[in-house]
């Protein structure tokens, strides 16, 4: 497949002339030099932003990496045969951008594999297109995975795009029962917590090692979109890995700007792939106690589509999640195969409050706090 590679095209590229490729060092937020990586060395960081029909808000999100103070990074762009011209409106990039452009649409997942397989950074820092960072957005994460290297997963401040006053999201959360949400979603800003432990980071903004990653089989290529982050937050943890919040680590976040987060495509993979993440993830010990309460919640998402008209989208997504539960159940035995940790401690990272999965309330513990969630 056709690659393309900004700054070393002799000025034939669409961007010539508004790429900076001299390797100087960049001062940082905290007045340290991160020297900018010659095109010819490993990064620490590979940032992977895929699109799909990202109009102007691809072209933002390029711009917020290109002024990065953190300059120890190279940026996959994985293109799902986009057709709206959004790779030709890009105006601003950093020197180490990689286009990768598909010829059919991978999905969210493949692509998001795709870009991991291909990057050289011990760090994998995702990044959705219809989000900005905020220039030390990587400088912060880089910070907050060396003071604390045992939290590997690292999860970003979001906040509404078109809403400075709104939180988008303060990492990723899991009910007990079988169902996830981003903490703090449609929240005052006012209310973003400090750093702490979360579940899971929202993958619109999330830093990974990329090896641990990968040998965990990355993004489940399934799912095609929706939940694919919460059930890889899920098998890491399950391998011993534990996630971080980190509020210095800014991004707007548009939420869904391609998508629409109401529209039956995500409907139908969001109740889907939720499903498959709570059979294929939840320990045994817990998942024979977590059925119950599973179908009181699948029976009251079923009664609220009635009432928001999305019935038909999520009864399709049920019926699609247990159509293929030979398969994932066959998924599930390969997963707990790798847990290394006892399903007690899966248990204190979870929250057992159904009332704080309606409220989408922020779940960010202090570090060291390992007690039960409500």
Known sequence: ?????????????????????????????????????????????????????????????????????????????????????????????????????????????????????????????????????????????????ERRPDFRMAASLQIAMHDGNILDGAGDCYLGWGYAWRGGFGHPVSEAPGEGECFAPCGAAALYPREEFLAMGGFDERYFCYHEDVDIGFRLRLAGERCQFVPGAVVKHAGSGITGRASRFSVFHGVRNGVWTWVKNMPGGLLP?????????AGALLVRSLVVGQFRSTLSGLFA????????????????K??????????TSLVWNPFAYIGRSIQVRPFGDRSPRD
């Open 1 to 145: 497949m056709a690659r393309r590679r900004f700054g070393l095209r002799g000025g034939r590229g669409p961007f010539a002339g508004d790429l900076d490729t001299d390797e100087i060092g960049v001062t940082d937020t905290a007045g340290q030099t991160s020297p900018e990586t010659p095109l010819d060395a490993a990064p620490a960081v590979t940032v992977v932003v895929v699109n799909y029909n990202g109009g102007d808000y691809l072209r933002g999100c390029i711009a917020s990496l290109a002024a990065q103070s953190f300059r120890d990074f190279e940026v996959i762009l994985v293109d799902n045969a986009s057709t709206d011209g959004s790779l030709e409106r890009i105006a601003e990039a950093p020197p180490n951008l990689r286009i990768e452009p598909q010829t059919t649409n991978l999905g969210f997942a493949a692509a998001n594999n795709l870009g991991a397989r291909l990057g050289r950074g011990r760090w994998l820092a995702l990044l959705n297109p219809d989000a900005e960072a905020a220039p030390d957005w990587l400088a912060e994460l880089m910070r907050a995975v």
């Open 321 to 336: 999640a247990f159509g293929q539960l030979g398969a994932v159940l066959a998924d599930r035995r390969r997963v707990q």
């Open 289 to 297: 106690l977590t059925v119950p309460l599973w179908m009181a919640g």
């Open 338 to 347: 790798k847990r290394t940790v006892p399903p007690g401690q899966i248990a």
